[in-house]
Each structure stands twice: as C-alpha cells, then as structure tokens.
C-alpha cells in the first residue's frame, strides 16, 4: 500500500474517532446527526468508522450541531483542549447526592427565617408530608414546587446551583462562560480568545484586584514613564 493511500486511512480513522467521541459527548445518536446532514446513517456510521471521509462543510455543519468547535473534529492534538470537560459518574448518585443538600438548604433557610415546616408548607401549597421528604432528600422536588418553596424564603433556583463544583457543576460552570463569551461583541470575542492577548488579559486582571487609588497611581506612573521615552 502506497504511504500516501496508508497516511490518508489513518486521518479518515482518526477523524471518524473525533466525529464519533464529540457525538457522544453532545449527547446525539448517529440518528440524529445523519438526519441533521441529510445523508444517511449508514454514511454517518461510515464516517466514525473510517471508512470514508466527511466534507468540510459536512464537518462545520457537524461542529455547529454538536456545539463543538470545527478543529474538535479535525486535530487530535487540539480537540481536548477545545471540548468541555465530561466526567464519568453514576448519574442516580449525583441526583440522590443533590436532592439531599438542596433539601438541607431549604430547611436551613426555612429555620433562619423562622418558619415552622407546617407554615412554609401551607405558603408554598404544598403537605408538610411532601415538604419533609423534600428537607430530608428522601425524594427531590419538581421545579415548580421548588420554585414556591424558594419563593417563600426569599431564595431563587440560582441559589441551590452549586456552579463549578462536582460534575455538573463544572459542566454548568462550562456552559455559561461560553454563552457569555458567545454574547460579547464579535471583535471582543477575537480578542479574548486569541492566544497572543493573554499577557493583556492577565494585566487586566491584576488591574481589576486593585482600588481605585491603585489604578491611578499606576496610571499615572506610566504617563511619567511614557515622558522619558
């Protein structure tokens, strides 16, 4: 086999590996993806397999459905760093885990406020059977119920996140900086995510850990600075 033909086996395999690994990290069946392209799943199945190689707007579309970038399914090298982080975990125990320390919360709100089970109960329209399971973690709230209980306390849903921590917090924490990023202005956004600003990014943020005196004070060091130049 030509080194060439054998070269190319391997980057269409690898491909189908990086295809297939940002699928499944999206969540979405072949089904889906075959569907989303408009091609067959069995052409999609041969992608990841490596059988046969994807076109590049068939990939930019790909990367835009699976919410990845278009390199997460190029480069090897790159795709780790551009993809959000997944851990492996039994999701039943992170519920469980979560459903407890929620309910702690809220019977730790509800005794700073002052409130009897029975009262927070009868203001949320709920049983106090159902608000004691709830407090416990024996049985884990529906959103709607939730949102009452939270309301009576003066509390909203993002104070029972805990964003960064544990799995689905980092996968949460993920998520919303890159919806911000998504909403910064496009020339912002170039910015921010070139890799020759980050000596500028760190400036700015020393700067932002500095009182306003501070600030000044180096500000106006650099105009003395700027005159003896």
Same mark, same amino acid.
């Given at each position: 086999?030509? *080194? %060439?033909? +054998? ?30 392209? =408009? ?8 992608? *990841?397999? =490596?059988?046969? #190689? ?6 930019? /579309?790909?990367? $835009? ?5 278009? $390199? +997460? ?22 519920? #469980?885990?979560?459903? $407890? ?21 009868? +203001? ?7 608000? /004691? ?7 884990? /709230?529906? !959103?709607? #119920? ?22 689905? =917090?980092? %996968? ?6 890159? +919806? ?16 020759? %600003? ?16 501070? !600030?000044?004070?180096?500000?106006? /060091?650099?105009? #003395? ?5």
């Amino acid at each position: 086999m030509p *080194e %060439s033909t +054998a070269s190319n086996d391997i980057r269409r395999q690898t491909i189908g590996l990086l295809i297939r690994r940002s699928r499944e990290m999206a969540g979405r069946t072949r089904k889906d993806c075959a569907a989303f392209l =408009g091609i067959t799943q069995a052409a999609l199945t041969a992608y *990841e397999e =490596g059988q046969r #190689e994807p076109s590049l707007p068939e990939v930019e /579309a790909l990367a $835009h459905f699976l919410r990845a970038p278009v $390199h +997460a399914l190029l480069d090897e090298s790159r795709a780790s760093a551009l993809m959000a982080p997944r851990v492996n975990f039994n999701v039943a125990e992170i519920v #469980e885990l979560r459903s $407890h320390i929620v309910g702690a919360r809220i019977k730790q709100a509800r005794l700073a406020k002052g409130m009897s089970a029975k009262e927070l109960a009868t +203001a949320a329209g709920i049983t106090p059977a159902k608000l /004691a399971a709830y407090e416990l973690g024996k049985r884990p /709230a529906p !959103v709607t #119920e939730m949102e009452a209980i939270l309301g009576q306390l003066g509390l909203t849903i993002d104070d029972m996140l805990d964003i960064g921590i544990g799995p689905l =917090g980092e %996968s949460q924490l993920f998520n919303q900086q890159h +919806a911000q990023l998504d909403g910064l202005p496009s020339d912002v956004r170039e910015f921010v995510t070139d890799p020759k %600003s980050l000596p500028y990014l760190r400036t700015a943020m020393r700067l932002r850990n500095l009182s306003s005196d501070e !600030v000044r004070s180096a500000g106006q /060091a650099l105009v #003395e600075l700027s005159h003896t130049m």
